[in-house]
C-alpha cells in the first residue's frame, strides 16, 4: 500500500494521470470535504451538495490530462466544481426535478460521471456489480432507497433507527460506493473490486 499523506497535489497529478488507482483515491478524499462545503455554499442544500460534490470530484479527476498547470490545483478544480453547481441548479429551476427521483444510477449520483467512451448499459452494469460486493447491510440498505423507493421513515422502522442514523448510513454507503465508481471509471472494474476486497480484509 504506497502512502501519500506527505504527497504534493502535483505529485499525485502526475501519478493520477498514469493510472494509478490509489492516488485517485487519495486526491479524490483530499478535496472532498472542500468541495462539498464549496457546493452546499451554491446550491443551498445539503443532500444536493452530497451528490454535486461526488460528480464534480470525479469529473474534474477524469479530466485532469487537461489540467495544464497554469492555476493551482485547487483553483482549477473549484472552477469545475462552481461550473458544475451552476448548471444544476439551472436545470433544477428549468425542470423542477430533484436528482434523486430519478433512476437508480443518477439518484446515487453517478448518472454524468461516466466515461463518454462507455454506454449507458456498461455503466450501469459497473454500478450493479459495485453495489454487489459492497458489505451485505450498506447493499441492502441502497436498495431499499433507492431500488424500491423506501422512505427514510420507513428505513426508520425497518432498522430501529433515528432519522439522522438512517440517513448518515446512507451518506457513508453512498460515499463508499461513489469512490468505488470513480476508481472503476478510471483504473477499469477489477481494479476497484479489489479495493473492496482489501478494505473487508
Not at 16 to 34: C, H, I, P, Q, T
Not at 147 to 154: H, M
Not at 190 to 200: I, S
Request: neutral net charge.
Amino acid at each position: 500500500m504506497k502512502t501519500f499523506e506527505n504527497m504534493t497535489d502535483e505529485a499525485l497529478i502526475g501519478r493520477v494521470v498514469k493510472r494509478d488507482a490509489e492516488a485517485f483515491g487519495e486526491l479524490y478524499s483530499r478535496y472532498y470535504n472542500k468541495v462539498f462545503q464549496k457546493c452546499v455554499s451554491i446550491v443551498k442544500d445539503h443532500d444536493d451538495a452530497f451528490d454535486l460534490a461526488q460528480e464534480a470530484l470525479i469529473k474534474a479527476l477524469n479530466s485532469l490530462h487537461t489540467f495544464r498547470g497554469d492555476a493551482s490545483f485547487s483553483t482549477w478544480l473549484y472552477i469545475i466544481v462552481h461550473r458544475h453547481c451552476l448548471e444544476f441548479l439551472r436545470k433544477k429551476n428549468k425542470q423542477h426535478i430533484h436528482p434523486l427521483t430519478a433512476k437508480q444510477g443518477e439518484a446515487l449520483g453517478m448518472d454524468d460521471a461516466g466515461d463518454d467512451s462507455l454506454s449507458q448499459t456498461e455503466l450501469e452494469k459497473i454500478m450493479l456489480a459495485l453495489i454487489e460486493s459492497l458489505p451485505e447491510a450498506e447493499k441492502k440498505l441502497l436498495l431499499l432507497k433507492y431500488s424500491e423507493g423506501e422512505s427514510i421513515e420507513a428505513l426508520q422502522h425497518m432498522y430501529h433507527l433515528s432519522a439522522s442514523a438512517v440517513k448518515m448510513r446512507l451518506k457513508r454507503a453512498k460515499e463508499r460506493l461513489n469512490h468505488l465508481y470513480a476508481i472503476a471509471l478510471h483504473a477499469g472494474l477489477a481494479v476497484a473490486l479489489a479495493h473492496v476486497h482489501n478494505q473487508l480484509v
